[in-house]
T-cell receptor
């Protein structure tokens, strides 16, 4: 009955490869997000998406692309992986709008690029 | 632009001692304020939030925080910590009326509770 689930939990791959991380939420939320947490624990929003709008953080390279087959899923595709992409990626969801709908996070995917 | 500063990157404390984790924010407009906790190898979960009203807000696990508009602070406190409180704590700010995608996190404070 996990609310926000991500797979895989760990992902080790070589530079130049293309990989995907999957995310599913069963909370009935209308908005999903991807965050990147670097080695210093700093959290940065990458994307927010609902069925109306995709908002992209302008600092995210276009090698990263979110894909949403339906409201409950938001997958993250990464092309041509680089060493600097190594981080923990968190999926989250909420009801769009004001701050009285907190973010619910998945447990993260630790990506290591070698 | 909004920003969040967590003044201490690490806070070691003994079990049953009180603790305060400091958070200051910068914004020219009204904001919502949040504290999230991240246990090892897990995602973040909401501890408490300030939207409006009483400046003292109580959260889960015995934590509370006080919003101080004049000092632009939102410090997190617990009167007596447990070993299980060992985790990373993140302060976050969001523009009043904004969306969760505009949640700006501080760099986190690692709370280490020792027996």
């Amino acid at each position: 009955d996990t609310a926000v689930s991500q797979t895989p939990k760990y992902l080790v791959t070589q530079m130049g490869n293309d990989k995907s991380i999957k995310c599913e939420q069963n909370l009935g939320h209308d908005t999903m997000y991807w965050y990147k947490q670097d080695s210093k624990k700093f959290l940065k929003i990458m994307f927010s998406y609902n069925n109306k709008e995709l908002i992209i953080n302008e600092t995210v390279p276009n090698r990263f692309s979110p894909k949403s087959p339906d409201k409950a899923h938001l997958n993250l595709h990464i092309n041509s992986l680089e060493l600097g992409d190594s981080a923990v990626y968190f999926c989250a969801s909420s009801h769009q709008g004001a701050g009285n709908s907190p973010l619910h996070f998945g447990n993260g995917t630790r990506l290591t690029v070698t | 632009a909004q920003s969040v500063t967590q003044l201490d990157s690490q806070v070691p404390v003994f079990e049953e001692a009180p603790v305060e984790l400091r958070c200051n924010y910068s914004s020219s407009v009204s904001v919502y304020l949040f504290w999230y906790v991240q246990y090892p190898n897990q995602g973040l979960q909401l501890l408490l939030k300030y939207l409006s009203g009483s400046t003292l807000v109580k959260g889960i696990n015995g934590f509370e925080a006080e919003f101080n508009k004049s000092q632009t602070s939102f410090h997190l406190r617990k009167p007596s910590v447990h070993i299980s409180d060992t985790a990373e704590y993140f302060c976050a700010v969001m523009l009043y009326g904004g969306s969760q995608g505009n949640l700006i996190f501080g760099k986190g404070t690692k709370l280490s509770v020792k027996p």
